[in-house]
């Protein structure tokens, strides 16, 4: 069932050969697959299935807005965590009733727009946010819906740069904390106040943790009741791992057999937000090797992929598969697959054993559909590249690759300069 499989030593995309891609968009190219997202979506909706929910995407992982419209189409919410994604969501189909915003830092704008939009609600991280939204829905006459994200300290056994649910994190407000928080909130009469957020980290590969957060969320929205507050909602975030290498993480129907027999009997709504394991493994991006370079200690494949295209190896050091689109029996190497950026943090991959390869040949680095496009920038002053999805036999460019007046737009030259 995979998608990225070769045929007669061939890596395909679906029945597409890379190489036929990669020779009509060029290099590099990010190229996802249409039926991969469905499946790994379906797999949440079936998993859930019986439970009331919605399963809201977190857009930060891939918020290409033809793969938006492919889950729109197919009944998928949204999570937001800015204005921007918010109009890509609402741009690619997405009801403002299936979108839920969450973020530190909500601007007074962002707000404004999202009380416009009529967002499902707002996933608030502080006292002082709950104040600004509450006072903007007075003067726009709304009332905002709300839930609070609240940090339930658990350890998730991930990076640290991508765990948010400790004690010394920034997000959310600490769970013992938060209930005199739903009392003020209770008290500001244009909030209207229908649940509980969580979501403690990224790349979880084991379900403990989300039963742990699970348990003292459950545990808040029983106290939060007996206090008279209307808890309909439970938003259990996302963060679900995906194998880049050899993990084996939970599969939704795992999850939600751990998690549905906590809501039962709780009469819950229950808001789910993957990223990472819909869209991550259901893309690759694809490079080119430019060049071959050998150290007395190391050898070198300098390719024309680099840390602005997927920064995900550079800032976390995350291991990313590299594939050959051609496969070869020649002798296996041991290099560093390092990008054209004038940076020595500028690498794909790092003491990887390969089968030998020359100028010309294409690498696949895999398990790319997820932060890796949307978290990539012109820096070195390249243009972003291209997006393909591929759907049976076809393929479809779904984002151009960026040109050189893109990187000039926006730009001004003062008079003064001018002469
Ligand atoms: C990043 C994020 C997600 C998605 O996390 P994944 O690990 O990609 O599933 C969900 N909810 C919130 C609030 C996030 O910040």
Do not use: W
């Not at 949204?78 to 969501?89: F, P």
């Not at 496009?373 to 820096?379: G, L």
């Amino acid at each position: 069932m995979h998608a990225f499989k070769y045929k007669n030593s061939e890596l395909y995309a679906e029945d597409v050969p890379v190489r036929k891609i990669a020779e009509a968009v060029g290099t590099p190219v990010y190229i996802y697959s249409h039926d991969t997202l469905l499946r790994h979506f379906n797999a949440y909706r079936e998993a859930f299935n019986g439970q009331p929910h919605t399963i809201c995407f977190a857009l930060k992982a891939n918020s290409n807005l033809a793969i938006l419209r492919l889950l729109a189409r197919n009944g998928c919410g949204a999570d937001v965590v800015s204005g921007g994604e918010l109009h890509l969501a609402l741009k690619a189909g997405i009801p403002s009733g299936k979108i839920v915003y969450a973020g530190v830092g909500k601007t007074e704008n962002e707000i404004a727009q999202a009380l416009k939009a009529g967002i499902l609600m707002f996933n608030i991280e502080s006292s002082d946010e709950m104040l600004a939204i509450n006072e903007i829905a007075g003067r726009m006459k709304k009332k905002a819906p709300i839930a609070l994200r609240v940090n339930p300290d658990i350890d998730p056994e991930t990076h640290p740069y991508i765990s948010t649910g400790l004690k010394e994190s920034k997000f959310g407000i600490p769970i013992e904390e938060a209930l005199e928080h739903y009392q003020l909130a209770r008290k500001l009469p244009n909030l209207n106040v229908l649940g509980i957020h969580k979501h403690i980290g990224s790349q979880i590969t084991t379900i403990r943790p989300f039963v742990d957060a699970l348990q003292k969320v459950i545990s808040l929205a029983k106290t939060l009741r007996s206090h008279g507050i209307a808890i309909d909602y439970i938003d259990m975030g996302g963060g679900l791992g995906i194998p880049y290498r050899n993990e084996h993480p939970p599969h939704p129907s795992e999850l939600s057999k751990a998690i549905l027999p906590l809501m039962k009997d709780g009469n819950f709504n229950l808001i789910l937000e993957p990223g990472r394991s819909i869209s991550g493994n259901a893309g690759v991006l694809v490079t080119k090797v430019l060049y071959i370079k050998k150290h007395p200690q190391k050898e070198f494949v300098i390719i024309d992929g680099g840390m602005n295209d997927l920064i995900r190896p550079s800032l976390y050091n995350a291991y990313h598969n590299v594939l050959p689109v051609k496969k070869n029996n020649r002798k296996k190497v041991v290099s560093d697959l390092v990008g054209p950026i004038c940076e020595s943090g500028d690498f794909l991959a790092k003491n990887r054993e390969l089968n030998k390869v020359s100028r010309g040949d294409l690498l696949a680095v895999m398990s790319a559909g997820a932060y890796g496009f949307t978290m990539s920038s012109n820096y070195n002053s390249r243009p972003r590249v291209a997006e393909v999805l591929v759907k049976g036999r076809e393929f479809f460019v779904i984002r151009e690759r960026e040109t050189y007046s893109d990187l000039i737009r926006g730009s001004r030259i003062p008079e003064f300069l001018k002469q």
